[in-house]
């Protein structure tokens, strides 16, 4: 008798025709646990479910565990694991290199507030449009757990050695410097961390999004304030993100009241819910001030802070033409001698 085998069920696709195997990288080297994982995950999660054609987006890194992380996603996508603290410059000269790229830059908080810091505040006062993730853990994870300048003062060591130095908060740093997208979230929060990555997709400008990344193996004891469980005694969200992609019907009933619709450059929707009544995630200085409250309270706030869409990316700024700088032709890159002398003629 003829048996009939049933036909395959169809993969799961995404409105680019790929799956979500199409989006991620190397099995992971990172200690099992380690926050940075979980931040991979949403990433991969993200950026498939926005539909990003995986080649057209760079992804870019310093040193460290955190920078590491890269390796572990989109394995399609462009990559440049650069110096360490380094990766902002390489970032900005591949990104005027062609700004059609999507660009994507993972650092960790000894990367960007130690020896990049120079590099970052740059990189955030020129609103280069990327997207930069601080893997946050207070330590630098891949030295062995020295404390780095974000963790907090009276934070211990499992040696029992207690930080005496304050922390320098990211946020209100890229907030002061000009970055048009900031906000924090905490890998353990699933649902938060997904919705801003999707919304910074579509952002046009500098997303610096700091995200509390426990590092399992040096600093999740009791006494660490980068401990998941600090994290779930202490995290405070100011606004709960939602998000309505450019390509779904928007038509989702919202209170203007207490709901901040902001329509992002890709035509994507983020509804920002305010937790506190009198935040306003269009002020800056309303934003500083809610972070700066926070800190004393003991809490660790989280979710969007500042949304900026009007101000000007670097690549804007510059005026530069369509086409990438990287794929014009010669002919138009070096104008030749005639051009040169008129130059020089109408010098004389
Ligand atoms: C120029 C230079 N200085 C110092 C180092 C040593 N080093 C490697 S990673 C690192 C810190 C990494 O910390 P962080 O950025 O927080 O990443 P994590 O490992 O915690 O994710 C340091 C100091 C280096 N690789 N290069
Ligand atoms: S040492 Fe810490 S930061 Fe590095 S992989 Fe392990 S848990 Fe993560
Ligand atoms: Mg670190």
């Not at 991620?24 to 498939?48: F, P, Q, V, W």
């Not at 590491?68 to 462009?78: E, G, I, L, T, V």
């Not at 994290?231 to 969200?237: G, I, K």
């Not at 510059?318 to 010669?330: F, I, Y």
Request: charge should be negative.
């Amino acid at each position: 008798m003829a048996t009939t085998v049933p036909p395959a069920p169809a993969k799961k696709t995404n409105r680019i025709g790929l799956q979500v195997l199409d989006y991620r990288g190397a099995k992971t080297t990172l200690c099992a646990g380690c926050g940075h994982n979980a931040i991979s995950e949403r990433i991969i999660d993200a950026m498939y479910e926005m539909g990003v054609q995986p080649e057209r987006v760079m992804k870019l890194s310093g040193i460290g565990c955190s920078s590491k992380s890269p390796a572990y996603f989109m394995n399609r996508s462009h990559s440049f694991n650069s110096v360490h603290g380094r990766m902002p410059s390489v970032a900005t000269g591949a990104l005027l290199g062609n700004h059609t790229m999507k660009a994507l830059g993972v650092s960790g908080d000894g990367d960007t507030a130690s020896i990049g810091m120079g590099q970052f505040a740059h990189l955030m006062r020129r609103n280069v449009p990327m997207i930069y993730i601080i893997e946050d853990n207070g330590v630098y994870g891949l030295t062995k757990g020295q404390f780095s300048a974000t963790a907090d003062i009276g934070s211990t060591l499992k040696t029992g050695v207690i930080n005496d130095l304050p922390a320098i908060d990211t946020c209100v740093l890229a907030l002061e410097l000009g970055a048009t997208f900031v906000g924090r979230s905490f890998s353990g929060d699933k649902k938060q961390l997904l919705a801003m990555l999707k919304a910074a997709i579509g952002h046009n400008g500098t997303v610096m999004l700091d995200v509390i990344s426990p590092c399992v193996t040096f600093n999740d004891h009791e006494g660490s304030t980068k401990s998941y469980k600090y994290m779930q005694e202490h995290e405070e969200a100011i606004t709960e993100a939602s998000f309505v992609p450019h390509f779904e019907d928007i038509a989702v009933e919202y209170d203007p009241g207490t709901t901040y619709d902001v329509r992002l450059h890709d035509g994507s929707h983020l509804r920002l819910r305010k937790l506190h009544e009198d935040f306003d995630p269009t002020n800056r200085i309303s934003a500083v001030n809610a972070l700066m409250e926070a800190h004393a309270r003991g809490e660790v706030l989280t979710g969007v802070f500042y949304v900026d869409t009007k101000k000007p990316s670097f690549t804007e700024l510059l005026h530069l033409v369509d086409e990438p700088l990287g794929t014009l032709p010669e002919a138009v890159t070096r104008p030749g001698r005639e051009v040169l002398e008129q130059v020089m003629d109408s010098l004389r």
